[in-house]
Nanobody, 117 residues
């Protein structure tokens, strides 16, 4: 019965910022033991991995196209993973999803991020 609910997306101009949230439920007692990831899927393209964070939040990694602009973080007390996105580009337009590394959980609905040109 695990659920992942993404939120925080919207329409922004190039150079703008958004903070995405991913609220997890159904495994509250073990959330702190899991690494988490953000993925995105742009129109007409395959879903791609954006960022990873280990269970404690002390180590993160990013796909090169977002490194230096995006920051993944987590609050295990809130069962939530975040993605701070700065200096957004039109190429960042996509539906953003969270999941466990290697996308082992059922996908949520995602949250739409649109960066206008």
């Amino acid at each position: 019965q695990v659920q992942l609910v993404e939120s925080g997306g919207g329409l922004v101009q190039p150079g703008g910022s958004l903070r995405l949230s991913c609220a997890a439920s159904g495994f509250t007692f073990t959330f702190r033991n899991y690494g988490m990831s953000w993925y995105r899927q742009a129109p007409g393209k395959e879903r791609e991995l954006v960022a990873n964070i280990i269970s404690t939040g002390t180590i993160t990694n990013y796909t090169p196209s977002v490194k230096g602009r995006f920051t993944i973080s987590r609050d295990n007390a809130k069962n939530t993973v975040y993605l701070q996105m700065n200096a957004l580009k039109p190429e960042d337009t996509a539906v953003y999803y969270c999941n466990r590394p290697n996308s082992v959980l059922p996908w949520g609905q995602g949250t739409q991020v649109t960066v206008s040109s």
